[in-house]
């Protein structure tokens, strides 16, 4: 049976719980991987997801930071809660659907504005965050399982507005897309949303600081969805939802959905 997954980087869901449900009225996703939920689990809105169809939940929280979760239409099982690079930070969460898909939902570090370990602890943690995560899935290599969420790299040239200008912003700079590509490498994953949109720009996060963000379109695809090689050629219909990036009160980042057929 085919399902749509969608993924989205909320900046608080407790905040932006209306547009949640719009999502969930109108687009109808089988099931929603948030990130930045910025909420303890127990303080996330169950009862009106659940009262649109989505009663499962499998979600880690921080308080006023981070935080993942994964609604479901159909019942999900948590499989695992990582904390990469020792930062005891809610930054993960992985569930198995009936079908026996494992979902793993990450919300990768950001890595401040200085693009130097040396001078930036921020973006040592992010660069360690993801090579815990590389050593893991080469360690421990998935099968019939997605990754999705806010990796906080854009990493092709048309993932950005401008890959000159951009080479030395955080997000984009080439020992984060080396550390990306190691990640994907390690556990065989597939970029869902390329394989279906091979070309062409192609953004998913657009600043706060930009009054007309859609006009001046300085995006980036900071949020990805990524499955194994084994189910990877059962995916289809890639889109971002850029409408949701202009609803009231909206987040930075839009949301990101790919249908499967397993």
């Not at 085919?2 to 009225?25: D, G, H, M, Y």
């Not at 660069?127 to 990493?155: C, E, W």
Request: glycine letters at 8%; aromatic letters at 8%.
């Amino acid at each position: 049976m085919p399902f749509t997954l969608a993924t989205w980087n909320i900046n608080s869901v407790r905040l932006r719980e209306p547009i949640v449900c719009k999502l969930l009225q109108e687009q109808g996703p089988d099931v929603l991987c948030l990130q930045e939920c910025k909420s303890p689990v127990d303080k996330i809105p169950r009862e009106q997801f659940t009262a649109l169809g989505y009663p499962h939940m499998v979600a880690r929280g921080d308080k006023g930071y981070n935080g993942v979760a994964i609604l479901s239409k159909t019942p999900i099982v948590e499989a695992g809660a990582f904390d990469f690079a020792n930062l005891g930070h809610a930054r993960h969460i992985a569930g198995t659907l009936e079908n026996g898909v494992t979902i793993h939902n990450f919300y990768v570090p950001a890595g401040g504005d200085t693009p130097d370990r040396d001078k930036n602890e921020k973006f040592g943690q992010k660069l360690d965050y993801l090579t815990d995560m590389r050593d893991h899935f080469a360690a421990n290599p998935p099968q019939k399982s997605i990754l999705v969420g806010d990796l906080n790299i854009a990493p092709r040239e048309d993932d950005v507005w401008d890959h000159k200008k951009l080479l030395k912003i955080v997000s984009h700079t080439p020992i984060e897309v080396d550390h990306l590509a190691a990640v994907q490498a390690s556990g065989n994953w597939v970029d869902v949303t390329r394989q279906d949109i091979p070309d062409g720009l192609l953004y998913s996060w657009w600043s706060y600081r930009a009054k007309d963000w859609d006009a001046a379109d300085k995006g980036r695809r900071l949020d990805h969805i990524w499955a194994t090689s084994d189910i990877s050629g059962s995916a289809s219909g890639s889109r971002v939802l850029r409408d949701a990036r202009g609803w009231e009160k909206p987040s930075d980042h839009a949301p990101v959905f790919a249908t499967f057929d397993v």
